[in-house]
Structure formats: structure tokens, C-alpha cells
């Protein structure tokens, strides 16, 4: 298995708080995403990055934001933490080559915001 | 991203070949096949991809059509462990390029 993991994996928080998510990664692979699920909605793309300190939105970036100092780990912050984003988050991470992308994914973080 | 078909559910007896079906009639040409599946409370596992030749690997073999219309993947010998949901995606190779889940088909792989 890849190496990717997430910390924590299982949060309580209530409305209004600040939350950041880790994701660590031992591949040193350039490519790293935030990924939300929700029952009815799939996987949704919140951000990714493609390099250290290179970062771009995806589908559903609204109250998120993310930050990556160093190759290896991705933080992903809800600065207001709302209701609405309890959810479950997955990292992933991958390295374009010329015959693939294939994505690898961590093993998730169950957030609730009361 | 082409849009891909797959049944909502499928049952498989443990010991025997799963073979999942997906249509992806809109796929372009330089659109890949990919498949995922995720275990319960589990992160999406990456199983296979393909463009237009069939492959094989540790997990599973993926047959594309010719016309490259629709794909199998084959599970050869289904364990209880590979009872999931199975997500066939068409997609470019573009660096950073996000997956997009439709509904999967939830494979239960029976005793």
C-alpha cells in the first residue's frame, strides 16, 4: 500500500472552530488532493496541489484552504468549521508518468461539526 | 470525462470470476479506463487502467472493445475480501486531473 497517512482520523467539533487535517505522504510524490464524500455526492475534489507551495482549487473549495510547505505533507484547514462539512475527507496522491496517474488514497478522516 | 454506465449491483459467489461490466459509448481517444473500488470505510483502492489493450495485473484483468465502447473487469477469483464498490471512470492524463466517482457498482461476493 502507498504510503499515505491522515491525522486524526476521527474529529468532534463544534461550529465556528478552526479544524486542519493532515496528510502525510512517504512517496514523495508531487501530486496531492483533498477529497470530501458525502452519501448522494461521490467524491468531491476540495483542493490539490501539484508542488511544494503549488496549490489550486477544485469543485467544492468554498470555507477550505489548504497549504503545502514540504512535499510530503498537505494540510487541509477549515477556518470556520460549519455543519455543512461534516463529512468524510480522503487525501491522495500521485505521479504522472507516461502510461498513468493512478491516484492512491489514505484511509480518511471522519469529521463532524455539531 | 466520459460518462460510463454500470449496474447498480451484482452478487458473485466466492471462488469464481466476478466480470463487471462499464459503458463508456462517449470515451475519446485519448481517454483512459480506469477502475477503483472501495471497501467499507475505506479509501478508494486503485485497481487497473487501460487504454485500448487489455491488461493484467495482481488484482484483476481489464478487457476493452475494440470500438472502445465498453470494458470488463475480471476479478478471477472472488474472495469475500473483494466484496465493494467498484468505479469504472474515463479520463485524460492530465497532471492533477481529479477523479470523478458516478454510483459503482456494490459487488457482494457471497460463501
Known amino acids: 500500500d502507498a504510503g499515505i497517512t491522515q491525522s486524526p482520523r476521527h474529529k468532534v467539533t463544534e461550529t465556528g472552530t478552526p479544524v486542519t487535517l493532515r496528510c502525510h505522504q512517504t512517496?514523495?510524490?508531487?501530486?496531492m488532493y483533498w477529497y470530501r464524500q458525502d452519501p448522494g455526492h461521490g467524491l468531491r475534489l476540495i483542493h490539490y496541489?501539484?508542488?511544494?507551495?503549488?496549490?489550486d482549487k477544485g469543485e467544492v473549495s468554498d470555507g477550505y484552504s489548504v497549504s503545502r510547505s514540504k512535499t510530503e505533507d498537505f494540510l487541509l484547514t477549515l477556518e470556520s468549521a460549519t455543519s455543512s462539512q461534516t463529512s468524510v475527507y480522503f487525501c491522495?496522491?500521485?505521479?504522472?508518468?507516461?502510461?498513468?496517474?493512478?491516484?492512491?488514497f489514505g484511509p480518511g478522516t471522519r469529521l463532524t461539526v455539531l | 470525462d466520459a460518462k460510463t454506465t454500470q449496474p447498480t449491483s451484482m452478487d458473485c459467489a466466492e471462488g469464481r470470476a466476478a466480470n463487471l461490466p462499464c459503458n463508456h459509448s462517449?470515451?475519446?481517444?485519448?481517454?483512459?479506463v480506469y477502475w477503483y473500488r472501495q471497501i467499507h470505510s475505506q479509501g478508494p483502492q486503485y485497481i487497473i487502467h487501460?487504454?485500448?489493450n487489455n491488461e493484467t495485473n495482481e488484482m484483476a484483468s481489464l478487457i476493452i472493445t475494440e470500438d472502445r465502447k465498453s470494458s470488463t473487469l475480471i476479478l478471477p477469483h472472488a474472495t469475500l475480501r473483494d466484496t465493494a464498490v467498484y468505479y469504472c471512470?474515463?479520463?485524460?492524463?492530465?497532471?492533477?486531473?481529479?477523479?470523478?466517482f458516478g454510483g459503482g457498482t456494490r459487488v457482494l461476493v457471497k460463501p
Open positions: 491522495a496522491i500521485s505521479e504522472s508518468t507516461g502510461t498513468g496517474d493512478e491516484q492512491f
Open positions: 512517496e514523495n510524490h508531487r501530486y
Open positions: 496541489s501539484y508542488g511544494v507551495k503549488d496549490t
Open positions: 462517449t470515451i475519446s481517444g485519448n481517454e483512459y
Open positions: 487501460g487504454l485500448k
Open positions: 471512470i474515463v479520463r485524460v492524463h492530465t497532471a492533477g486531473n481529479k477523479l470523478t
